[in-house]
């Protein structure tokens, strides 16, 4: 059982940058793949990045070049670094781990606009 709490949004101007953190409980957080989704008003929830217990990572194609997903094993975290942010990043940003089952955080709400 994994529960995660997630957090780090808020309102920011296009261009500027926000650090998502989810802290994860549990003692074998190193094997959960790690991830960040998104879901924007009307929408489908999507993939925004994932990253395995060993690095390896993966992103979604708009947000390739301006966001890095990381973590640390050993504080049980992964944070979302997002940079050059446009309006169209505007969603409720929900941490995600993986290993035989979801698990999801309570979202945080990210707003991008001028």
């Known amino acids: 059982q994994v529960q995660l709490v997630d957090s780090g949004g808020g309102l920011v101007q296009p261009g500027g940058s926000l650090r998502l953190s989810c802290a994860a409980s549990g003692s074998t957080f190193s094997v959960y793949t790690m991830g960040w989704y998104r879901q924007a008003p009307g929408k489908q929830r999507e993939l925004v990045a994932t990253i395995t217990g060993g690095g390896i990572t993966n992103y979604a194609f708009p947000v390739k070049g301006r966001f890095t997903i990381s973590r640390d094993n050993a504080k049980n975290t992964v944070s979302l670094q997002m940079n050059s942010l446009k309006p169209e990043d505007t969603a409720v940003y929900y941490c995600?781990?993986?290993?035989?089952?979801?698990?999801w955080g309570q979202g945080t709400q990210v707003t991008v606009s001028s």
């Open positions: 995600y781990a993986a290993y035989i089952r979801a698990y």
